[in-house]
């Protein structure tokens, strides 16, 4: 990828595609494209045709989506799906049309289905039932894996797709209901200690384990991959390890200084039991994730001492 080459990033804004952005202009890439939301729906097809049509990047890298965390993504399940099936079918498809070069999709592990084999292996996609309470994202996402592969193998465009487990880190969304697993509980926790309270209530048995990935670290294979990887099928992103949620509300709170106790409320759903990825295909070709969990927790908690309440 050529250092004077346009680039567009759809999603700069947000925590994954601000990394991104971040990455390529560490590595010397100047000539970047993007809109906030505010200037341009994603959603809106002539809009993204438009846009595409004039700045003609040649790389892109599709980071924008709707997320959020289990409850979020329960609730508002009919927003999920539309809003990511336009963001993608959009994006993707007008890329096509305006002869971008290369496109890199990201997706999510959710993609999976609930009762994987572990670790999941990328040929386990649609080999069972998906967890409830995120089958909306998830069948979006499957459908931007399979747009990707039709529009390679019917127009012969090298459109990749990948998929890294849980995200976290700076520019995260903070929203005390609708945010993801680690800065739901970051904000939780901070909020019990300002406010001196001696126990924080969190849903779940705390059992389930996840694998959590650094967005810098993502932002590196998101690099890696679009120069070095042009293959038809999705190549899983992670860090090959698995915690409980219960151990990473501990470091949590030694990384807060919080001194409580944490509750776990069992009337509330936990998700699925375990997703850790099989990473052996991208780690094969020579990239695996640098930072430590302690480490990342600590300067994403930097970052949300900074009053960045995104989702707010």
Not at 121 to 128: D, I, N, P, S, V
Not at 220 to 227: I, N, Q, R, T
Not at 243 to 261: D, H, S, T, W
């Amino acid at each position: 990828m050529e250092k004077d080459a346009k680039i567009y990033i759809a999603g700069h804004c947000g925590m994954l595609g601000s990394a991104i952005e971040r990455r390529l202009q560490t590595e010397g890439y100047r000539n970047l494209v993007g809109k906030s939301k505010v200037e341009m729906d994603l959603r809106d097809q002539q809009a993204v045709r438009d846009f595409l049509d004039q700045e003609k990047p040649e790389y892109v890298f599709l980071a924008a989506a709707r997320v959020g965390g289990i409850k979020a993504n329960d609730t508002y399940s009919a927003d999920f799906i539309y809003d990511n099936l336009m963001i993608e079918c959009n994006v993707i498809h007008n890329s096509y049309l305006c002869g971008v070069r290369k496109l890199l999709f990201l997706g999510s592990a959710c993609i999976y289905p609930k009762f994987a084999p572990q670790p999941i292996k990328e040929e386990h996609l649609l080999t069972g039932l998906l967890e409830p309470t995120n089958e909306a994202y998830a069948v979006a996402k499957i459908s931007g894996i399979s747009l990707c592969k039709m529009y390679r193998k019917q127009y012969g465009c090298n459109f990749i797709s990948a998929m890294p487990n849980n995200l976290y880190g700076p520019n995260d969304n903070y929203h005390p209901e609708n945010s993801h697993v680690i800065p739901g509980l970051l904000r939780r926790i901070h909020e019990a200690k300002v406010a001196g309270k001696e126990e924080v209530v969190c849903w779940g048995t705390g059992e389930p384990k996840r694998e959590f990935l650094y967005v810098e670290d993502l932002a590196d294979a998101c690099l890696f991959l679009m120069k070095n990887y042009s293959g038809k099928k999705h190549i899983n992103i992670g860090t090959g390890k698995e915690i409980p949620i219960k151990e990473v509300n501990e470091l949590i709170a030694k990384v807060v200084g919080y001194e409580g106790r944490i509750v776990w409320d069992t009337s509330k759903p936990d998700g699925t039991p375990r997703r850790l990825l099989d990473i052996s295909k991208i780690k094969a070709m020579g990239w695996q994730a640098r930072t430590e969990l302690e480490e990342a927790l600590e300067l994403t908690y930097e970052d949300f001492l900074k009053g960045n309440l995104r989702g707010e």
